[in-house]
């Protein structure tokens, strides 16, 4: 067996809970609400962001209560890290996105530069109406593309490194069903 790294069960322990479980529900179903508000008949394709808009797309895709296709894209610049880097494409969109209604999933918008490739690749393919969804916004003055601003944002953070709901620490934590912040980051 390989056993898990020493510091991910400490880094846990010693974490701030910034929301909880029940909090959370509560952000997804108003984005949900207004999500559907705007798309709802529109024949929507739904990418998660891999892997870290995994955990939302899988809970918000079921308060969607409309015809839709679900799908997924892999971009990643943090690679398990806690500071971001180059942009890596894994995985384009395997459909065509010409004048389809579009909603992308992520979990957290930081710098924002992840998203805004993932909108220029949108554009590129001629995608009829995009929407962006996200769970957190991290509040700070370093957003790279200060012109994007996702249409739906679950909640607000300060500016720390945070993980759980998708969003990983070393690569583990996703599967924490709370958003927490490392101790001293
Ligand atoms: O706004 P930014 O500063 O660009 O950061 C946001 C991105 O960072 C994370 O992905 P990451 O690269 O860690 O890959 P992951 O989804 O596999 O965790 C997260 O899921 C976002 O996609
Ligand atoms: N896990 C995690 N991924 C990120 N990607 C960009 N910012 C963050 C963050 O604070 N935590």
Avoid at 21 to 35: C, G, L, P, T
Avoid at 112 to 136: F, K, S
């Amino acid at each position: 067996m390989t056993p898990v790294p020493g510091d991910i069960q400490q880094v846990m322990d010693e974490a701030d809970c910034l929301f909880s479980e029940s909090q959370i529900e509560v952000a997804i179903d108003r984005m949900a609400k207004e999500i559907s508000n705007d798309i709802s008949g529109k024949n929507p394709i739904v990418f998660s962001v891999m892997n870290g808009g995994l955990v939302l797309t899988g809970k918000l895709v079921t308060k969607l209560g409309f015809p839709l296709e679900v799908s997924y894209l892999h971009a990643t610049r943090y690679r398990n890290e806690t500071r971001g880097s180059e942009l890596d494409w894994k995985a384009f969109p395997a459909q065509q996105l010409k004048d389809r209604t579009i909603l992308i999933v992520d979990d957290i918008y930081d710098e924002g530069a992840t998203l805004g490739a993932i909108v220029d690749h949108c554009r590129t393919e001629q995608v009829g109406d995009l929407h962006v969804a996200v769970l957190l916004n991290k509040l700070h003055d370093r957003k790279a593309r200060p012109d994007i601003l996702p249409d739906y944002i679950g909640l607000e953070c300060e500016d720390r490194f945070v993980f759980g709901f998708g969003m990983d620490y070393k690569g583990y934590w996703r599967n924490a069903p709370g958003i927490y912040a490392v101790k001293g980051m």
